[in-house]
């Protein structure tokens, strides 16, 4: 082509940019701003199409026959059971819903902790009563004092932070295993990924149980979905949704039993729901001590809003995600199981998907 060729192909670009940034001014503004947005919209769905994909397929396959309760699952049980509001004739009843399942563990709501970590009595005036009568009636099942708050700083609520206060909920630790109490759940919301507070208060009842040869168990957030998405949510909202993978297993280590809220995820669909729960399983199991008992949470409940969508989160979902999450994990591991939330909000149809899904039994008429 020669010299002038090669000069006459950069003049020729530069003409072309020219020209094209002449009709991109030439155009209305609101056309403009139309495709900005269009461009911004396409980015930011890119990575969320991506994450829909990869959920989809975590919900994808046959869960494995052998993926079923290994005698080991729990129920959250409303604060009725230990104020005076129920009788011998509740727990016999309960006793007949609970037969031939895996249920294991009652987490009975005795609470809540005031703000400075103390429990007052008044609120549980039939717990003892409760639990003689469920080791009566129920011989095998154990029954848990479930202690939950607020915390601060992110509600004015109590501070773990403050050693006066654990301090002060050690107390009420040892006050509930009094009435013979078979171990201490605490579900602290929302406690931040990394809390040294929480921590330290593990550390300083898990002696207090163990002497007694009672459980320590504990209520857990779901674990990042994607690494380091914890720092994300504290950063944007100071909200404790996710605990990295790392300090799940820091609390793993300090309990007998960790049950994951395995809901309140947003997800959209019951496939999405389905691998969003396959994916936590995989990810708790991978860090799980052995020894440990590991429970994925099951929303036997109704709600409908941005963070939970009742159509999508359902038992069935919940317990397929579980199933294919185990199978795919550690098939053959025992201390696993999954614990139902909650006994007041559960209906039939919950409870027979469980018997039927996780159980392999067959609905009661």
Not at 81 to 100: I, Y
Not at 186 to 198: H, K, R
Not at 279 to 300: E, H, N
Request: aromatic share 8%.
């Amino acid at each position: 082509m020669g010299t002038q060729g090669w000069l006459r192909r950069p003049v020729a670009a530069a003409r072309a940019k020219w020209q094209d940034r002449s009709r991109w001014r030439n155009r209305s503004r609101g056309w403009r701003i139309s495709v900005v947005l269009l461009i911004v919209v396409c980015t930011l769905l890119t990575p969320i199409g991506a994450a829909a994909a990869y959920l989809r397929l975590q919900d994808a396959g046959t869960p494995a026959e052998s993926a079923r309760t290994r005698g080991r699952d729990a129920v959250w049980l409303g604060h009725a059971w230990v104020d005076g509001r129920k009788t011998e004739a509740d727990v016999a009843q309960l006793g007949v819903l609970l037969s031939g399942t895996g249920i294991k563990d009652l987490y009975v709501h005795t609470g809540p902790l005031d703000h400075d970590g103390t429990l007052p009595p008044a609120l549980y005036p039939q717990a003892r009563w409760f639990v003689e009568t469920v080791h009566r009636l129920l011989p095998g099942i154990r029954v848990q004092s479930w202690l939950g708050d607020i915390l601060a700083p992110e509600s004015d609520g109590l501070n773990l932070d403050d050693a006066a206060t654990r301090d002060r909920m050690v107390t009420a630790a040892n006050q509930v295993l009094d009435l013979g109490f078979d171990g201490i759940h605490f579900d602290l919301e929302p406690v931040s990924s990394g809390s040294a507070g929480f921590l330290a208060l593990l550390d300083r009842v898990r002696p207090v149980t163990a002497a007694r040869r009672a459980l320590l168990s504990v209520s857990a957030p779901v674990i990042d979905p994607l690494p380091g998405l914890h720092l994300l949510g504290m950063a944007l909202a100071d909200h404790g949704k996710w605990w990295s993978q790392a300090y799940f297993a820091e609390v793993a280590r300090r309990v007998d039993q960790i049950a994951v809220m395995s809901y309140d995820t947003a997800m959209p669909t019951g496939s999405l729901y389905g691998g969003y729960v396959a994916q936590q399983t995989r990810l708790a199991l991978q860090v799980t001590p052995p020894q440990v008992d590991l429970l994925l949470g099951l929303p036997a409940f109704w709600a409908d809003d941005l963070g939970h969508h009742g159509a999508a989160e359902t038992v069935a979902s919940a317990i397929r995600g579980v199933r294919l999450g185990l199978g795919r994990t550690t098939l053959d591991r025992r201390t696993f199981g999954v614990a139902l939330y909650v006994d007041f909000a559960a209906t039939p149809v919950d409870w027979a998907v469980y018997r039927r899904d996780w159980g392999g039994l067959a609905p009661r008429e």
